[in-house]
């Protein structure tokens, strides 16, 4: 029995050990992660604690790099994960709750600037999307980031671009952004987290390759995490890059659950949450996550 107190004891220590490890109070308490419990899959943040933020899935590295943009008024506005071989982003992802949002500065109306933390070399030495026959389609959406015209004009950044067709990207894609606005607020959310894109990793899921080599994505994709006082719920959308409107769809026919989102795109989404909190809401049923979310 004494070996196997000690042994238990040793055990205890270690677990406690572990568990202060992954506590990070330097992050603002809305952007901290859920950090009790085992997390195998979670970023390394050694070299940026926003890599360990709920919105952000799980890196890929290789050539990829990470953006994260921010201002002095909101701290993080919106991080980017940036092919620079194919000159495409993957994702973009962010956070939405009552301090970050609100206001009406407008939509910026100077272009679409290069990204300044880019490097030389990452990017075209010109704007592929003009005169391409594809809209300039914005993965964080101006109309999510209208508290200063800062931060809305950071969401103009060419990396934070995917080429849509117009139908598309004024029609459904349109009509999915707004019912993740819809979802912006208080009654329904502590926080938001929200990880969107198109698909450029897989030959099978680009539409085609532009000859000035700008990559058009054959589908688009949200992943969406809520914390409230009830807990945490995920879902996501999947959909097929259509020139055609249907903005008049039920949303509800383009849901999956986000295990579902994670086979199709390849990403693990929601990572830096701990592993039981993760498999439970990202495996609910299909239907559950419609009932749960209201989608229709």
């Known amino acids: 029995m004494k070996g196997f107190g000690r042994l238990l004891f040793c055990f205890i220590m270690v677990v406690a050990v572990c568990s202060c490890g992954e506590d990070d109070d330097r ?3 809305a952007q901290r992660p859920n950090v009790d419990g085992i997390n195998v899959n ?3 943040s050694s070299e940026n604690d926003a890599y360990e933020r709920l919105e952000f899935p799980r890196l890929k590295g290789g050539n990829n790099m990470v953006i994260v943009h921010s201002t002095e008024d909101f701290g993080i506005n919106y991080s980017v994960e940036w092919d620079y071989q194919k000159k495409s982003q ?3 992802c962010y956070q939405m ?3 970050n949002s609100g206001g009406n500065v407008g939509r910026y109306d100077d272009g679409y600037p290069f990204d300044p933390k880019l490097p030389a070399g990452y990017y075209f030495e010109f704007d592929p999307f003009r005169n391409s026959g594809y809209d ?3 993965i964080v959406p101006s109309a999510d980031r209208q508290s200063t015209r800062e931060v809305n004009m950071q969401t103009f950044y060419l990396t934070n671009m995917q080429p849509q067709k117009n139908r598309f990207n004024a029609g459904l894609w349109a009509k999915m952004e707004q019912q993740v606005r819809d979802w912006n607020v208080n ?3 502590d926080v938001l987290y929200v990880c969107k894109g198109g698909t450029i990793d897989k030959e099978s899921q680009i539409l085609e390759t532009l000859p000035n080599g700008l990559i058009v994505p054959r589908y688009f994709f949200m992943a969406v995490l809520c914390k409230s006082s009830l807990g945490y719920k995920a879902m996501g959308f999947w959909v097929e890059h259509i020139n055609a409107d249907h903005s008049h769809d039920l949303l509800a026919q383009y849901v999956v659950n986000i295990d579902e989102l994670e086979k199709l795109t390849g990403i693990d ?3 830096n949450l701990v592993d039981e909190e993760e498999e439970k809401i990202e495996s609910l049923p299909r239907e559950n996550v419609i009932r749960e979310w209201g989608v229709r």
């Open 90 to 92: 993957r994702w973009s």
């Open 97 to 99: 709750y009552a301090a």
């Open 269 to 271: 989404f929601f990572c």
């Open 27 to 29: 992050l603002p308490v």
């Open 136 to 138: 300039h389609g914005h």
């Open 42 to 44: 979670k970023n390394n």
């Open 187 to 189: 009654s329904f959310r």
